[in-house]
Nanobody, 119 residues
Framework: QVQLVESGGGLVQPGGSLRLSCAAS????????MGWYRQAPGKQRELVAR???????DYVDSVRGRFTISGDNAKKQVYLQMNSLKPEDTAVYYC?????????????WGQGTQVTVSS
C-alpha cells in the first residue's frame, strides 16, 4: 500500500520559517512528480509548488521567492522550505504525487499538515 506522510507543520509568527517534509512509502515502481498544495478555510485547494515530469519546478505567484521545493529521490521524499511566512499562508498543506505501484498509477494525497502564521 502506497502512502504519503507529511510532517513539519505548526504555528509560526509572521516573517518566520517552517520546513515541511513528505515521505512516500510502499510498493513503488515509479514516482511521476511530487508537489505541495494547500487549502485555507473556505477556499479551494491550490497548487503551491511542484516538480514537473521534466524535473523543473513550478510555484504559485504568491509564494515565488519565499518558498523552495526540493527533493531526495533516493529517500522518496519532497520538502517545502517556507520563509518570510505571512498570515495568508495559513492553511492545511498537502503532499501530492502520481505514483505507479503494484496496481498501476494513482494520484496520491497525504493526510495534510496544518500551518498557522499568526502573532
Amino acid at each position: 500500500q502506497v502512502q504519503l506522510v507529511e510532517s513539519g507543520g505548526g504555528l509560526v509568527q509572521p516573517g518566520g520559517s517552517l520546513r515541511l517534509s513528505c515521505a512516500a512509502s510502499g510498493s513503488i515502481f515509479n514516482i511521476n512528480g511530487m508537489g505541495w498544495y494547500r487549502q485555507a478555510p473556505g477556499k479551494q485547494r491550490e497548487l503551491v509548488a511542484r516538480f514537473t515530469n521534466g524535473g523543473t519546478t513550478d510555484y504559485v505567484d504568491s509564494v515565488r521567492g519565499r518558498f523552495t521545493i526540493s527533493g531526495d529521490n533516493a529517500k522518496k521524499q519532497v520538502y517545502l522550505q517556507m520563509n518570510s511566512l505571512k498570515p495568508e499562508d495559513t492553511a492545511v498543506y498537502y503532499c501530492n504525487s502520481y505514483i505507479v505501484g503494484l496496481y498501476g498509477g494513482t494520484n496520491y494525497w497525504g493526510q495534510g499538515t496544518q500551518v498557522t502564521v499568526s502573532s
